[in-house]
């Protein structure tokens, strides 16, 4: 097989598996280490490298599987933003639970998650109304 047909079915198979319904994923220090390995070694196993080697050296590799999974969530942040108030989807992501939480360390939510890719792409609230802009600072 060709390096172009294992990039093909990469993207129609692999990646689209993987990235099924990842727009509300938390992004935490474990799932991004377990994607990165998981996409790695798909393309170490299609190439028939060596785990010594350097995979993206051998391989042009342009955008990551994370790199995919954050434009993702960002462009779900932004279709719900642009949702009318009484939608529930903006209701949910609106709300926060009562209560307290647990002792200890705070887990990161979803919404601090894209308050911080957010600030790494430079967005700001007013760039959802503006799809063309957003799609330029999203890629």
């Not at 051998?58 to 719900?80: A, C, E, F, P, Y």
């Amino acid at each position: 097989m060709t390096l172009k047909t294992k990039t093909h079915i990469y993207h129609a198979i692999v990646k689209s598996t993987i990235t099924y319904a990842t727009e509300t994923w938390c992004l935490r220090a474990k799932t991004v280490a377990k994607l990165n390995s998981t996409e790695m070694d798909f393309w170490r196993r299609s190439a028939r490298i060596s785990r010594k080697d350097k995979i993206r050296n051998t391989i042009n590799i342009t955008r990551s599987l994370l790199d995919d999974i954050k434009t993702q969530q960002l462009k779900w942040h932004g279709h719900v933003q642009r949702m009318e108030e009484g939608r529930l989807p903006k209701k949910v992501m609106k709300w926060s639970p009562p209560g307290r939480r647990k002792r200890g360390r705070p887990k990161a939510t979803w919404a601090e998650g894209i308050r911080g890719l957010m600030g790494e792409k430079g967005l700001i609230e007013e760039d959802w109304k503006d799809r063309d802009k957003l799609k330029k600072k999203i890629r």
